[in-house]
């Protein structure tokens, strides 16, 4: 059992240090033209990168080894604190607009986006506050859909669809997984399909979206332009790609592509042997994490590890999803691949936690 118990740990870190690596090799690429344009310098996206990640490994090992990892108190503090910075985001003079959204707050050359840092903090408070039901005994409690309602609307004021969507469905998976009667996702799967449809029909921009999504060809330059330039470029990768480096699609046809379509550019430059070699790797990741969560003996351990599983597993889907076109477009990236520090760091966050728990809790 030991032994397993290693390679499982030995497969989750190996796996998410191989894409980390990865997502620097790619980040410089596919940076690097738009770097030369909007800096004059073809560098600055890798090295703001490798600075990330330096942090984020740095405040995963703290994770790993800290006790406050496994003091329930510590995560009700941090949920706290996200929804501070949340509503610090809204403020005019903290918050900081790009691309319509009011999402982050900006320290000199650097950002940080809280939306990104709620979706850990509130996997960690539900599962510090939820027990797993028994028998009999399952019931809804009215905090529980407090602790998600607030943030999420929090983060639709700014608005962010992409981070509310991950940070919901990760939040019902723990209640799911504690024993949350049937009845009640049945009545959360009405009431979000007609709040989705009014988000939509209340913001034309979404609607835009959706049409894309169906026929991207009506609006080529438009809202269908980001969609169509993925497809060009996973479309002539063939099996092994254009080679590294060589990406067309980077040449200013797809937006920023070192952020939500870097898979694109995988895809573009290593081919399909390539892509499937990181959605490999995506997989091992979470066969491990969820191999870890289903061995802790505590209920606090397992809902807020399969909490932290569920959220990389429906973060990397939706991802590879909208880049590949099965999925209408959305900002969302790809975790240990993506540029962006708040993105990055919010993964190793809960690669931390999900390693913490693996090392110091009593194993099935």
Request: charged share 10%; hydrophobic share 55%.
């Given at each position: 059992?030991?032994?397993?118990?290693?390679?499982?740990?030995?497969?989750?870190?190996?796996s998410a240090a191989v894409l980390s690596l990865i997502g620097l090799a790619f980040v410089h690429s596919a940076g690097s033209y738009w770097g030369a344009v909007r800096y004059a310098d073809s560098s600055p996206f890798i090295v703001k990168q490798f600075i990330y990640m330096v942090v984020?490994?740095?405040?995963?090992?703290f994770i790993i080894k800290s006790p406050l990892?496994?003091?329930?108190?510590?995560?009700?503090?941090?949920y706290w604190l996200s929804i501070v910075l949340l509503v610090a985001v809204l403020i005019p003079g903290i918050g900081a607009s790009r691309n319509g959204?009011?999402?982050?707050?900006?320290?000199?050359?650097?950002?940080?986006?809280?939306?990104?840092?709620?979706?850990v903090a509130l996997i960690g408070k539900l599962a510090s506050t939820v027990q797993i039901a028994r028998e009999g005994?399952?019931?809804?409690?009215?905090?529980?859909?407090?602790?998600?309602?607030?943030?999420a609307a929090l983060i639709m004021i700014q608005p962010d669809l992409g981070s509310t969507v991950i940070m919901i469905v990760s939040a019902f998976t723990v209640l799911f997984i504690s024993g949350y009667p049937l009845r009640f996702f049945a009545f959360i799967g009405v009431t979000g399909l007609s709040a989705f449809i009014a988000l939509i029909a209340a913001a034309p921009y979404r609607l835009d979206r959706i049409k894309s999504y169906i026929d991207p060809w009506n609006d080529p330059l438009g809202t269908g332009f980001q969609g169509i330039q993925s497809i060009f470029a996973i479309a002539p990768g063939g099996l092994f790609g254009?080679?590294?480096?060589?990406?067309r699609q980077k040449y200013l046809y797809l937006p920023e592509p070192q952020n939500d379509f870097i898979f694109?550019?995988?895809?573009?430059?290593?081919?399909?042997?390539?892509?499937?070699?990181?959605?490999?790797?995506?997989?091992?990741?979470?066969?491990?994490?969820f191999g870890i969560a289903i061995r802790t003996?505590?209920?606090?351990?397992?809902?807020?590890?399969?909490?932290?599983?569920?959220?990389?597993?429906?973060?990397?889907?939706?991802?590879?999803?909208v880049v590949s076109g099965l999925l209408p477009v959305t900002g969302v990236t790809l975790p240990f691949i993506s540029y962006g520090g708040s993105s990055l760091m919010t993964t190793w966050m809960a690669a931390g936690v999900i390693l913490h728990f693996a090392s110091k809790q009593k194993m099935r």
């Open positions: 059992m030991r032994k397993l118990e290693g390679k499982l740990k030995i497969a989750f870190v190996g984020s490994v740095a405040i995963a090992f990892t496994s003091n329930v108190k510590t995560w009700t503090v941090v959204s009011q999402s982050w707050i900006a320290f000199g050359p650097f950002s940080l986006q809280p939306a990104e840092f709620i979706k005994k399952r019931h809804i409690r009215l905090k529980h859909i407090g602790l998600i309602l607030l943030p254009h080679g590294y480096g060589n990406s694109s550019i995988i895809a573009e430059e290593s081919g399909f042997i390539g892509a499937t070699f990181v959605i490999v790797l995506f997989a091992v990741l979470l066969i491990s994490a003996e505590a209920n606090f351990p397992f809902l807020i590890v399969s909490g932290m599983s569920s959220m990389l597993i429906f973060q990397t889907f939706l991802n590879i999803g």
